[in-house]
């Protein structure tokens, strides 16, 4: 068994970031549709900003189900530039509500 071959396939080929503020009607949504995608290797950083509604909720049911979601909920607005340092992908998506329309 290669080890090194094995740590290979487990490294996303894109993270995808995505801020989010009281999404709970979309997230859902968004989420299904990224995790249908017929490309597998990615990982999704959701970064919450402080939401009030169910979106913690929703975010965390899907980090449960699928190893491919980090959900990180700041305890206030925050701004995603911090990204890079969460990400292991070799390229960098930012998903915006523009995307999510």
Not at 4 to 15: F, Q, R
Not at 58 to 65: D, F, R, S
Not at 71 to 98: E, V
């Amino acid at each position: 068994m290669n080890t090194t071959t094995n740590a290979k396939e487990h490294i996303p080929k894109v993270s995808i970031g995505m801020p989010i503020y009281n999404g709970e009607k979309l997230i859902r949504d968004v989420l299904d549709s990224l995790l249908g995608q017929t490309f597998a290797y990615f990982e999704l950083i959701i970064s919450d900003n402080a939401s009030t509604d169910s979106t913690s909720e929703i975010c965390n049911e899907y980090a449960k189900k699928d190893k491919r979601i980090r959900y990180i909920r700041q305890p206030s607005y925050w701004l995603f530039s911090q990204r890079k340092y969460w990400s292991c992908g070799h390229a960098i998506l930012m998903l915006s509500r523009i995307h999510l329309c």
